[in-house]
Antibody, heavy 119, light 107 residues
């Protein structure tokens, strides 16, 4: 069974940094592109970015490129999202997701982790 | 960025009814489109990819169609478990972008 479990969320002060993790199991993590999507409370989905199988290609939405860094550790079957200079606009549920074998849509999603940016 | 305009924003329908949700892209996305269903308090789930391919395990009452800039998701014979929000996503060009969503409720 494919499982994606996010962790590392919580309450963080404006301007601070936070690193989210996503533990993957039930599939060969090395064989899939992975990505992050967020959803502000009561709002729609926002694509953050994706990383290819060997970390040689990482794509971001331009507005987050200077604040967020996606990485992965294939030995640990873990995906990461390093977030810096956080503001209230970054308050959201953060989902990690696996892309299909063709590397397009997201076919499996984690349960999400809440990040609240507030003083 | 490619803008995805989804309509309607909300929709109320009766059990057994056929429902259609539209998604318009700001430029041709060459069928690089997916549809997701998100039930309240849950993660999104993939329904359709490549505009018209049904994802594994998705009931056949869901179907996708369209081309160019215009796409649609159709739900035949609406069931109570279909109450959810639905989002389209284009993956033809970076950055990938989502529509604002359609909230489907029962009448």
């Amino acid at each position: 069974e494919v499982k994606l479990v996010e962790s590392g969320g919580g309450l963080v002060q404006p301007g601070r940094s936070l690193k989210l993790s996503c533990a993957a199991s039930g599939f060969n993590f090395n064989d899939y592109w992975m990505g992050w999507v967020r959803q502000a409370p009561g709002k729609g989905l926002e694509w953050i970015g994706e990383i290819n199988k060997d970390s040689s290609t990482i794509n971001y939405t331009p507005s987050l490129k200077d604040k967020f860094t996606i990485s992965r550790d294939n030995a640990q079957n873990t995906l990461y999202l390093q977030m810096s200079k956080l503001g209230s606009e970054d308050t959201a549920i953060y989902y990690c997701a696996r892309e299909t074998t063709e590397g397009i849509a997201f076919d499996y999603w984690g349960q999400g982790v809440m990040v609240t940016v507030s003083s | 960025d490619i803008q995805m305009t989804q309509s309607p924003a909300s929709l109320s329908a009766s059990l057994g009814e056929t429902v259609t949700i539209e998604c318009r892209a700001s430029e041709d996305i060459y069928n690089g489109l997916a549809w997701y269903q998100q039930k309240p308090g849950k993660s999104p789930q993939l329904l359709i990819y490549n505009a018209n391919s049904l994802h594994t395990g998705v009931p056949s009452r869901f179907s996708g169609s369209g081309s160019g800039t215009q796409y649609s998701l159709k739900i035949n014979s609406l069931q109570s478990e279909d109450v959810a929000s639905y989002f389209c996503q284009q993956y033809y060009n970076y950055p990938y972008t989502f529509g604002a969503g359609t909230k489907l409720e029962l009448k």
